[in-house]
């Protein structure tokens, strides 16, 4: 039973880069499985911000962009602002049809 | 604009039923492929089920064989008929829009604001 993992909680300084990522405690991640990311704060729905590895959703800047590092798939947010204190998904397209979300990453910005 | 408005939740005991709605404007249900995705109290986001375009549907193995998706097309909705319901299924339930097609956009690229289901005794 493969599960999807990310790093629980990551801290950024305003103004820097971090990078997310997410794997698989079984296996690499590949662009064949349609890494997407999504934020969500609380109470909130989440919101799409890149989708096919590396696709921005409508409306995202460009300070967000999604990849392939090694074996995982990661999210880069440079110029880190305030707001961009979220927890961060990923989603992974798996066999068989089904998509699996990773645990989330709270992101801090101090 | 594209809006999705969830109903149908609320308290029910365990083996309970119940049916969610997600009614949709702004775009064609059927042309695209909708997802329901659940979060339980103070956790993450859990994928539970994907009806596409064509119909095809697949279910996440923690409900697969109580829960069922569907589209009601005179309302431009997707549902999803919810049996045996167990105290785990208790979570806030989204429904999300996916592209027309598979590469077209994120599979999760429009979401409502989600309706809460409560199995307990």
């Known amino acids: 039973h493969t599960v999807v993992t990310q790093e629980p909680a990551v801290s950024v300084s305003p103004g820097g880069t971090v990078t997310l990522t997410c794997g698989l405690t079984?296996?690499?991640?590949?662009?064949?499985?349609?890494p997407s990311w999504y934020r969500q704060t609380p109470g909130q729905a989440p919101r799409a911000l890149t989708y096919s590895t590396n696709a921005r959703s409508s409306g995202v800047p460009d300070r967000f962009s999604g990849s392939i590092l090694g074996d995982r798939a990661a999210l880069t947010i440079t110029g880190a602002q305030a707001d961009d204190e979220s927890t961060y998904y990923c989603?992974?397209?798996?066999?068989?049809?089904?998509?699996?979300f990773g645990g989330g990453t709270k992101l801090t910005v101090l | 604009e594209v809006q999705l408005v969830e109903s149908g939740g609320g308290l029910t005991q365990p083996g309970g039923s119940l049916i969610l709605s997600c009614e949709a404007s702004?775009?064609?249900?059927?042309?695209?492929?909708m997802s329901w995705v659940r979060q339980a109290p103070g956790k993450g986001l859990e994928w539970v089920s994907v009806i596409y375009s064509g119909g095809k549907t697949y279910y996440s193995d923690s409900v697969k064989g109580r829960f069922s998706i569907s589209r009601d097309e005179s309302k431009n909705a997707m549902l999803l008929h919810m049996n045996s319901l167990r105290v785990e299924d208790t979570a806030v339930y989204f429904c999300?829009?996916?592209?027309?097609?598979?590469?077209?956009?994120?599979?999760?690229?429009?979401w409502g604001q989600g309706t809460l289901v409560s199995v307990s005794s």
């Open positions: 999300a829009r996916g592209p027309p097609n598979f590469l077209e956009g994120a599979p999760f690229e429009s």
């Open positions: 702004g775009f064609i249900v059927r042309s695209n492929y």
């Open positions: 079984s296996g690499s991640v590949s662009i064949s499985h349609y």
């Open positions: 989603v992974l397209y798996m066999l068989g049809g089904v998509w699996v």
